[in-house]
């Protein structure tokens, strides 16, 4: 079983549509989670950081429920410029080290 | 711009080469990692630096190794190059704090043919 494992997608979505992508995780031991977004040859980055209590940015909201293991991103009215793959990501601490395990991630295309 | 910068951006070996890659942290970041990301894979866990020690090692064999130096800049090396090496190698700067937010660099492309 993957470490993290996500929807690969793509989801096509028109402008406007709301788009929720879901991520699980196989190590309860984790002790962070985020949301990284990753344009087209470019690098991963940061989106947002991910509570137990939930948390929101404009129109994006993460949740985590560590009983299920399970991680969310919610995007409301979707732009054009929201088109890219989002990354789930888990850190879990090994000694003093921060190892980011990574999903395949999600491609979201959005369109007109 | 996170401020994490790398070089070379792109890059052509051969077989059996060796390669060095550079990173230059964020400002006062003392902690690099650096990932590995194959096409359509996400990113995966190579090693991370920490005070110019190796502070943890994911699932790569020993012909990956790396340096910190005391400017919190980080080498990463990798000797007989394999043709699975190709991919993109990403740099990752942090503060070893409890949010271990990691902010990355441009990447490196390998292409090794």
């Known amino acids: 079983r993957k470490e993290v494992e996500q929807d690969p997608g793509p989801f096509n979505v028109p402008e406007g549509a709301t788009v929720a992508f879901n991520c699980t995780y196989s190590n309860s031991a984790s002790q962070s989670f985020f949301w990284y977004r990753q344009d087209c040859r470019k690098e991963p980055k940061l989106l947002m950081s991910?509570?137990?209590s939930g948390n929101e940015d404009g129109r994006f909201t993460a949740q985590l429920n560590r009983a299920s293991q399970y991680i969310s991103l919610l995007i409301r009215d979707s732009k054009l410029s929201d088109s890219a793959t989002y990354l789930c990501v888990v850190n879990l601490p090994t000694g003093t080290a921060s190892k980011l395990t990574f999903g395949t991630g999600t491609r979201l295309q959005v369109t007109l | 711009e996170t401020g994490v910068t790398q070089s070379p951006t792109h890059l052509i070996k051969t077989r059996g080469q060796q390669v060095t890659l550079r990173c230059s942290s964020q400002s006062g970041h003392n902690t690099v990692s650096w990932y590995q990301q194959a096409l359509g894979q996400g990113p995966q866990f190579i090693f991370q630096y920490y005070r110019e020690e190796e502070n943890g090692r994911g699932n790569f064999p020993p012909r990956f190794s790396g340096l910190q130096f005391p400017n919190y800049s980080s080498e990463l090396n990798v000797n007989a190059l394999e043709l699975d090496d190709s991919a993109l190698y990403l740099c990752?700067?942090?503060?070893?704090?409890?949010?271990?937010?990691?902010?990355f660099g441009p990447g490196t492309r390998l292409t090794v043919t």
């Open positions: 991910v509570y137990s």
């Open positions: 990752a700067s942090s503060l070893p704090s409890e949010s271990f937010e990691q902010y």
